[in-house]
């Protein structure tokens, strides 16, 4: 069974620091790119950071830039993504998913997705 979990969500003031994990089981994680999302309720879900397949490289939202790392172990089957000078407005659902044998991430072309964990970050 594939399966992509987050974990590390919570509360944290402004300027603060979380760090969340995507575990991923079922399939084989250096084949696939993996992805961070975020979603606020009534809003489009977009990419903020993105591992290609082989942990290659890595991009980012230009609103993450600067503040939001993303890493992965293979041999751990698990991808971070260390999220630094937190904003009111990375308040959200965070989503991890993962697209076979791709360079880049796209939201309408991951194959498989975690349930989210919720950020909450006061102002």
């Known amino acids: 069974e594939v399966q992509l979990v987050e974990s590390g969500g919570g509360l944290v003031q402004t300027g603060g620091s979380l760090r969340l994990s995507c575990a991923t089981s079922g399939f084989t994680s250096d084949d696939y790119a993996i992805g961070w999302f975020h979603q606020v309720p009534g809003k489009q879900r977009e990419e903020i950071s993105c591992s290609s397949v082989g942990g290659v490289a890595s991009s980012y939202a230009d609103s993450v830039k600067g503040r939001f790392t993303i890493d992965r172990d293979n041999a751990k089957n698990t991808v971070w993504l260390h999220m630094n000078d937190l904003k009111p407005e990375d308040t959200g659902v965070y989503y991890c998913?993962?697209?076979?044998?791709?360079?880049?991430?796209?939201?309408?072309?991951?194959?498989?997705w975690g349930k989210g964990t919720q950020v909450t970050v006061s102002s």
């Open positions: 998913a993962a697209r076979r044998g791709a360079r880049l991430c796209a939201l309408y072309g991951m194959d498989y």
